[in-house]
């Protein structure tokens, strides 16, 4: 399935292209299911740790890590959760394009003490859903981000919010995933369909479990159903909306490299 039936993306991507990929009315109904069955996974996963917050990372940049997170957040709000939605990409930060408002407000500004939580966050046009902007590009993003002020943060927003959805940039690519996902309740992995290298994949894992990251399970993104039989070889398990849990992840990727095709 090519989610959203839209074109190779363009070198540049604008505004514009980014509110595409954002769900809605419009989305066609296997896409929007496939969010909703992702919601289903996570609202199963997160329920034994009891915790609200989830990082959502990838092992190497465009994996679909945003796209993700926002539309999780969004199918997350639109099922009645409160839901608070952050950019802690401070280094390439893009969920504000997809609600068309900037990032020099948020995160890093509030981190510094430069602003209070009323000015980094903004009410998105979706009921029930809150954004945190990334603020300005500071020179420090993993020490902000494994500061004090920022596990204060989460636990204050864990008194308000149902869901806290946590967009980071890549594990294989700078820390900062890594460090954030020691204070959050736990972790999901996108792993993009024809893209993302096994060994990447397997890199980026061992490094979240080595720092004791509860992973909750993975998200297959760009599938499309006329070859999913190739994923189908490796991650059996999953739906062809293209979810797996980590476990079942685990084993079949086992069986696979036992030489089992299915
Ligand atoms: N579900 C999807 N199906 C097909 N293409 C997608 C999907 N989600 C995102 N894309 C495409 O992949 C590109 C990267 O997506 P996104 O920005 O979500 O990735 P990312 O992992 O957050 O990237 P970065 O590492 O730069 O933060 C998007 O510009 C979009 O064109
Ligand atoms: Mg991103």
Do not use: C, W
């Amino acid at each position: 399935m090519d989610l959203f039936g839209l074109k190779k993306k363009k070198a540049l991507e604008t505004a514009q292209d980014t509110q595409e990929y954002l769900l809605s009315e419009e989305t066609p109904f296997n896409v929007r299911e496939a969010f909703n069955t992702l919601r289903t996974n996570v609202v199963f996963g997160m329920a034994p740790s009891g915790g609200k917050s989830l990082l959502v990372t990838s092992a190497n940049q465009s994996e679909g890590k945003s796209t993700t997170s926002v539309n999780l957040a969004v199918v997350l709000a639109q099922n009645g959760a409160k839901v608070l939605l952050i950019d802690a990409d401070l280094r390439k930060p893009k969920l504000h394009r997809f609600f068309n408002t900037d990032y020099t407000h948020g995160l890093s500004r509030f981190l510094i003490g430069q602003e209070t939580l009323n000015d980094a966050l903004f009410r998105t046009p979706v009921k029930n859903l809150d954004l945190m902007t990334s603020g300005i590009i500071p020179p420090n993003p993993s020490e902000l981000l494994g500061s004090s002020r920022m596990k204060l943060f989460l636990e204050k927003a864990e008194e308000y919010y149902d869901y806290i959805i946590v967009d980071t940039p890549p594990v294989n690519v700078v820390t900062d995933a890594t460090v954030l996902s020691k204070i959050v309740s736990g972790v999901l992995i996108v792993v993009h369909y024809g893209s993302t290298d096994r060994d990447d994949f397997q890199k980026a894992k061992n490094q979240l479990q080595m720092v004791g990251a509860n992973i909750i399970g993975f998200s297959v993104v760009g599938v499309r159903s006329e070859h999913k039989g190739y994923y189908k070889k490796y991650y059996k398990s999953y739906d062809s909306y293209g979810y797996g849990y980590g476990d079942s992840y685990r084993k079949h990727s086992k069986q696979s490299e036992e030489g089992e095709t299915e």
